[in-house]
Structure formats: structure tokens, C-alpha cells
């Protein structure tokens, strides 16, 4: 019915920078937060940053200033910015949308991509 899919991952250097995109396709009535989270070799998945539809931002700590999240609704899509990478930025990063589908208009569920694989290695 929705489906996210990811794009932008890769290996860079570290200092470096990528840029990352998830959009949004399907029975779509309306999306309200978006967000990325990543998951590290042998870590539990955490947050990267959110962005509701208005445009309102929430970082990680320690990524707030290398990091910056951005959204285009109108191509129900979301995108992070990431620089000055670092080897512990190394994860498969997740795009995550709560979504309000037409075929349950009044019911909000999360959805999640497929992940995009990121390694900041020299």
C-alpha cells in the first residue's frame, strides 16, 4: 500500500559528506512526521532526526551541526543531509513516515524503508 524507499548510500571518507533521500509512494492520504534513524554493527537502532510536516526539527545531540534534515512534501520526500562523517556514523540508515493512508483515513501508521547502508571508512 506505501512503500519508502531510500537512496544515497555508499562509502565515503571519513570528513566527507552524503546526502540521503527517502520517498514516499502510494494509497497516500497525508504524511505527518518523517524521520531517519540508523542502526550500528552491534548497537540497538537509534534516532538520527525528525522533521514534522510544518517543518519543525529534532536532532540527535551529538548530530546537531553536521547533520540536517529537510522534507518536500509536495514529492513526499525526505532527505538527510549528513557531513563531516565519521566512522562511528558507519550504519544502515532508516527512513521512517507516519502516514495516513486513504483507505483508513483517521488511522496514522508508521512505515519504515528498507535501509541504505552508510560506511565512513578510509
Known amino acids: 500500500q506505501v512503500q519508502l524507499v531510500e537512496s544515497g548510500g555508499g562509502l565515503v571518507q571519513p570528513g566527507g559528506s552524503l546526502g540521503l533521500s527517502c520517498a514516499a509512494s502510494?494509497?497516500?492520504?497525508?504524511?505527518?512526521?518523517m524521520g531517519w534513524y540508523r542502526r550500528a554493527p552491534g548497537k540497538q537502532r537509534e534516532l538520527v532526526a525528525t522533521?514534522?510536516?510544518?517543518?519543525?526539527?529534532n536532532y540527535a545531540g551529538s548530530l546537531k551541526g553536521r547533520f540536517t534534515i529537510s522534507r518536500d512534501n509536495a514529492k513526499n520526500t525526505v532527505y538527510l543531509q549528513m557531513n563531516s562523517l565519521k566512522p562511528e556514523d558507519t550504519a544502515v540508515y532508516y527512513c521512517?513516515?507516519?502516514?495516513?493512508?486513504?483507505?483508513?483515513?483517521?488511522?496514522?501508521?508508521?512505515?519504515w524503508g528498507q535501509g541504505t547502508q552508510v560506511t565512513v571508512s578510509s
Open positions: 521512517n513516515a507516519n502516514i495516513e493512508i486513504l483507505r483508513s483515513i483517521g488511522s496514522i501508521y508508521g512505515y
Open positions: 502510494g494509497s497516500i492520504f497525508s504524511i505527518y512526521t
Open positions: 522533521i514534522t510536516r510544518s517543518g519543525s526539527t
